[in-house]
């Protein structure tokens, strides 16, 4: 898609869709998640090696394109895409980070007989992918309202957290024998409210870039 900022940046949104695609399509946080429910360990094994060394690439090309296109004197609001792409892929990294963390709980909690009540983390896992999204379609469509939605449902997270972190707490409390288990999806439960914020970093980047107006710690609580 050419750069609505125009030349020389037409190059750049190839590789941030590009990267935007391997989020999208190759094995996700979400099939981390879904291994914890399921134990079964394909998934997580997948995604481990191949889609987090993905990301650290795609986060190098765009970086390495970044400065190459800095030292051509941008305009302000190219100058703004640059440092908003550089910002994004590095968030990029990091989920993919989260992700391979969720993974491997998952994989350890496969080993364990599976603990019984446990508290249900897939609605955290579907609030954060659904930000990821649309904080993701919020900048290749140029959308700061959309990006701005995304911002508001960062508290959701939070309070789906919170309450995940109280049940599991509890439950190592009234069962000490299960303290590893509890552990692994207390950690799943943390890196998927990490990948929330990381989507909502995205999104005010995205609000930056259209509006040229910061948004960033102007009153958004954490958990």
């Known amino acids: 898609m050419p750069s609505p900022l125009?030349?020389?940046?037409d190059q750049l949104p190839e590789t941030k869709e590009t990267a935007a695609f391997q989020v999208y399509a190759s094995p996700s946080p979400s099939a981390a998640d879904t291994d914890i429910g399921t134990k079964d360990t394909s998934p997580a094994s997948h995604f481990v090696p191949v889609a987090e060394e993905d990301?650290?690439?795609?986060?190098?090309?765009?970086?390495?394109m970044a400065i190459a296109l800095l030292a051509r004197a941008p305009l302000a609001g190219q100058l703004?895409?640059?440092i908003v792409a550089m910002k994004i892929s590095q968030n990029l990294e990091r989920i993919g980070d989260e992700?391979?963390?969720i993974a491997k709980r998952a994989r350890d909690l496969c080993k364990e007989p599976p603990l019984k009540n446990?508290?249900?983390?897939?609605?955290?896992?579907?609030?954060?992918?659904?930000m990821l999204k649309a904080a993701l379609d919020s900048f290749v469509h140029h959308d700061p309202a959309a990006a701005r939605?995304?911002?508001e449902r960062d508290r959701e997270e939070d309070a789906l957290h919170k309450q995940v972190r109280c049940e599991l707490e509890a439950r190592m409390m009234e069962h000490p024998e299960n303290i590893l288990r509890v552990l692994h999806l207390i950690t799943a439960a943390k890196c998927?409210?990490?990948?929330?914020?990381?989507?909502t970093n995205i999104a005010e980047d995205v609000v930056y870039l259209c509006e040229a107006q910061e948004i960033r710690h102007s009153g958004r609580a954490k958990g």
């Open 192 to 199: 998927l409210e990490r990948i929330a914020d990381h989507a």
């Open 55 to 64: 990301l650290d690439r795609f986060e190098i090309e765009i970086d390495e």
């Open 149 to 151: 939605a995304v911002v």
């Open 80 to 82: 703004r895409f640059v």
């Open 99 to 101: 992700a391979a963390k």
């Open 118 to 130: 446990a508290p249900d983390i897939s609605d955290m896992a579907t609030v954060a992918l659904g």
């Open 6 to 9: 125009g030349p020389p940046l």
